[in-house]
C-alpha cells in the first residue's frame, strides 16, 4: 500500500483515540471532531483544552450531598430557600440538573454516584449509601424521594434504600410510573418529570 495513502499524522490518531473514549463519540465522530478541531483558529482549541483542565482542577463533589460544585457545600446545601425535610435520591449529578429544570422541587439532594449493579460488581458500598445514612440519622427529614433510574439497577437500588430507611420513620416515596421502564433521569423531559414528581407514591 502507497504510504501517502496511509492515515492520520501521529497527534492527529492521539486526538482521535482520545475524542473516541468519550461517551456517545465513535470513531467517525472522534475522526470528524478531530479535524474540526485542526481546522478551528488556536484560541478555540485553547479555550476548549483550559475548560477541560478547569473542570478536573476546580470541581470537587460537596460533602453533604456529593453533587458536583467548585464550593463546599454546594449552593443547594447551603441555600435558606431550600426545604430540608426533604431529600431526592438520583444516581448521577446530572440527574439534578433534569429535576431542577422543572422548578417544582424545592427540596434537597443526595447523589449515590451509581447504582446497585450485580452483573457489574457494583456493590452497596461501592455508591453512596453509608454517607445517606448517617445523613439522614438524626436530621429533620421527614420524606426519601427515590429517583433512581427506572431501569433494573436503579430499581433494585430503590428497593434496597427503601428497606433501609423506612425502618428510621421517613417516608420513602418513588418517582411516579409515568416514566417509561428504562429512562435514564437525564434524558426525560421536563413534562413528564413534572409528573413523576407530583404524583410520586409511597413505597
Ligand atoms: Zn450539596
Not at 25 to 30: D, N
Not at 33 to 60: F, H
Not at 61 to 86: A, G, H, Q, W
Amino acid at each position: 500500500m502507497n504510504e501517502n495513502l496511509s492515515p492520520n499524522a501521529e497527534p492527529i490518531n492521539r486526538l482521535v483515540q482520545e475524542l473516541n473514549k468519550l461517551p456517545g463519540i465513535g470513531p467517525k465522530s472522534a475522526q470528524r471532531l478531530a479535524y474540526y478541531l485542526l481546522r478551528a483558529p488556536e484560541e478555540n482549541a485553547g479555550l476548549l483544552a483550559d475548560a477541560i483542565m478547569s473542570v478536573k482542577r476546580e470541581i470537587t463533589l460537596c460533602s453533604i450531598c456529593f453533587n458536583v460544585t467548585d464550593s463546599n457545600p454546594c449552593r443547594i446545601c447551603r441555600s435558606d430557600e431550600r426545604d430540608r425535610t426533604k431529600v431526592c435520591i438520583v444516581e448521577q449529578p446530572q440527574d439534578i440538573l433534569a429535576l431542577e429544570h422543572t422548578r417544582i422541587y424545592k427540596g434537597l439532594y443526595h447523589v449515590l454516584h451509581g447504582a446497585i449493579s450485580p452483573t457489574e460488581g457494583v456493590g452497596t458500598e461501592d455508591i453512596r449509601i453509608k454517607e445517606l445514612l448517617e445523613r439522614l440519622e438524626g436530621s429533620p427529614v421527614d420524606e426519601v424521594i427515590l429517583a433512581t433510574n427506572t431501569n433494573l439497577e436503579g430499581e433494585q437500588t430503590a428497593l434496597y434504600l427503601h428497606r433501609l430507611i423506612s425502618p428510621m420513620g421517613i417516608k420513602v416515596t418513588r418517582l411516579a410510573r409515568g416514566l417509561p421502564f428504562g429512562t435514564e433521569l437525564e434524558y426525560a423531559d421536563d413534562v413528564t418529570l413534572t409528573r413523576a414528581l407530583e404524583g410520586r407514591q409511597e413505597l
